[in-house]
């Protein structure tokens, strides 16, 4: 029998997704793709037109479940087929994880009555607060010879026992197995804790978050792959709603992934599947691409061979990959792989940028068409490389920059705000925050720009520039100096004429702190009188009355505050659910001294959205990680791969879960040893260079420092590549 469901594989930019689409199209468009007897069987009526049978189904229930990798890719391609059916055709466009999710809360009554769980609407935790609670709930546990036995601090301990249920769950082992999963992976090895203890720690934490309605992606996934999967009711409920499947880049899907495919093409469910051999961005943070690959044994194959025409693969892949492997092969590279090198790193980054920055101005390549991708990025190299640029009048992009919210000096202002108006919180503000607080809440009013190139405008660095406020900070310093009144309890901010010279002051910045302190009196009088239903309508109120006002704020401030108040109103969300279970464990003041403490810590980042622009694609230089770069499924003109002698281009820029081998299903629990990782790292770096050379078309610099940031010589996997160059611009070629 000739299965109706499609693999299609292929590397890097060989035409997958859109043969994905393709794929759609033709079911939806098909006249022969299902039989008379078929249809009849489906509906229960006989055919009275040649309409295509998928348009038939289409009309009684919808239809087909569309998968990506992440979010980014199923945005877009929802669009593409959206577009291409004219939106005829109902689609659910998810994330794996994104799916099971849905299907986990919409169907919480049928888990209610088969787990005799607690009737209560879940709530999802995000990590940080995942974090958070586990902490509390294990640290009884969790003493100094614990700590000592695993070699790094609390926090650390924390996040990789939470990984590991997150582990088991994607690769659809159940919560009980892990403790057997753990033993056999380490084995003799006394350097680790022991997995009962482990397992035990999970075990207790996954109880205690069910009891309270309280759901992680580790216990979704579980939730989902051990119960709704197997449930007949759900299995009924799934295949009567989708007959088909499109999955984009299933080698960045957990194993759970490939359990679900299953059922529903056991059901009678038709599936396109795309698969890249060069991708596993995911490896070792869940995904499974060889479990995945399993699929392919049921459906028809279709190989998409060779890299895409515009690029540089077929041309240099090979004898990138044999300098790599084989350092000692004498290979020389050609004209189309520049070499930058330096002594030390901070002249690595100013070079590489004013490379960039003549390149551009000299109309070689325009902004959209470079890319700079590292390993790693640190904040000294992010600042240095946008600065530069910025200060050409050359935007840059940075993909997925998730620097912490406490990093805002709007996000601060408003936390020193909340300690100024809540009793109690006077240990957390001093007079540093308050000076910085008056800078931020002075702001002048923006003029709205309309303009495309204010509209793409992004960096952080122009946004900086572009404020403007009626208290600078010299003189917010003085008025903290001489008005502000430390206390444990009650913090003050006393009138400006406390302060002797206030003439020196000045009239806007006067009148600019007058309203501050007229609002804050007003606030507190309200909170006294339990008028503030809670911290997140200050926030909100405070961002109406200070910050937007009107006033064309830049895109990064929108997105950390937009983040702070999601971020708040998933905490409060969550203490409210904690309060209903144990009234008198917290009180609102320790709540808010914890929030603030959190964020301080720095474990909350901002995710900005929307994530692509209204309008034409940003005309910017992409700064991205590698990690970042390859899930983004970009390409460029040109490529800067920067600290291109660091060893961590092995590692593929995203650190490994721990235990995460352990779980991968061709390999359960089997040890994993150091000519294991030595293996592994060498079959990851074959997969980026691969990956990348397909996602570049002109050029590409290899940027090497001889010294790392910490001063140590950098003697990474791609030094055979920086050596075999043959164009080097050097820094006595620049001077």
Known sequence: MVSHSVWIVGTSRSGKTARLVEQFCNWVGSKKQYTESFYTKKTGRKKTSDVPEFLYLKQTEPGVLVLAANDDNRRELGDIIITSTLGKYPVRAKTPLGFFQDEVILFWPLLINSLNLKAQFPVRL???????????????????????????????????????????????????????????????NSTTLEPEFLASLLLDWRNWCLDRGLLTYGIITELYSQHLLSDRNYQQHLTKRYQAVLADDVDDYPSVARLLFELLLDRGAVGAFSYNPDGAVRLGLGADPNYLEGLAERCRVEILNGPPPESLSEQLTKQMVE???????????????????????????????????????????????????????????????????????????????????????????????????????????????????LVVLSRKQQPLENSTDAMNRVSTTDAIHRVSTNIDPVRAGLIADYCFVPHPDRPNLLPVSAFERWDRIGYAATTA?????????????????????????????????????????????????RELLETAQHYWEIDTRLRQITPAETTAQTTIIEFIQLLRRGTITANAYPVRPIGGARKAVTLATIFQYRSSRRSHQWHFWLDAGSPLWAKGGAA???????????????????????????????????????????????????????GQEQIGPLLPLVNACVTVISEATVN
């Not at 790094?152 to 026992?161: D, F, H, P």
């Not at 068409?369 to 910025?390: M, N």
């Not at 050409?392 to 705000?417: C, F, G, H, Y």
């Not at 260079?689 to 590409?700: A, F, I, M, P, Q």
């Open 323 to 437: 300098l790599v492997t084989e350092p000692m092969v004498m290979l020389s590279l050609p004209k189309t792989v520049y070499s930058i090198q330096t002594t030390s790193r901070a002249q690595l980054l100013r070079q590489t940028a004013e490379e960039i920055a003549n390149a551009i101005q000299s109309q070689q390549v325009q902004p959209e068409e470079v890319a700079i991708i590292a390993p790693g990025l640190d904040a000294i190299a992010r600042y240095t490389l946008v600065e530069i640029l910025v200060k050409q009048n050359i935007p840059v992009e940075s993909l997925n920059d998730q620097r912490p919210l406490i990093s805002s000096p709007v996000i601060r202002a408003l936390l020193t705000m909340l300690a100024l108006v809540y009793p109690g919180l006077g240990r957390l503000v001093d007079r540093d925050a308050v000076a910085e607080m």
């Open 126 to 188: 995000r990590p940080e607060t995942e974090q958070e609670l586990a902490t509390k709930l294990w640290r009884p546990q969790l003493d100094e010879e614990i700590l000592r036995i695993a070699g790094v601090n609390e926090s650390r301990l924390v996040r990789r026992i939470l990984d590991l249920l997150q582990l088991a769950a994607y690769s659809g082992i159940p919560c009980e197995n892990i403790a057997q999963i753990l033993s056999k992976g380490f084995g003799e």
């Open 656 to 710: 490994t879960l721990f235990g995460a081998p352990f779980f991968l299903r061709d390999r359960l629990g089997e040890p994993w040893t150091a000519e294991d990782e030595k293996l592994a790292e060498e079959q990851r770096l074959q997969r980026i260079l691969t990956d990348l050379l397909s996602r570049v078309s002109e050029r590409v610099y290899l940027c090497h420092s001889d010294l790392a940031v910490n």
């Open 513 to 561: 702190y007058s309203e501050i302190l007229q609002w804050l009196e007003q606030q507190r009088s309200q909170q006294e009188l339990r008028l503030i239903p809670s911290p997140i309508s200050l926030l909100d109120r405070a961002i109406q009355r200070f910050l937007w006002n009107g006033s064309n704020l830049p895109y990064e401030q929108l997105a950390a505050l």
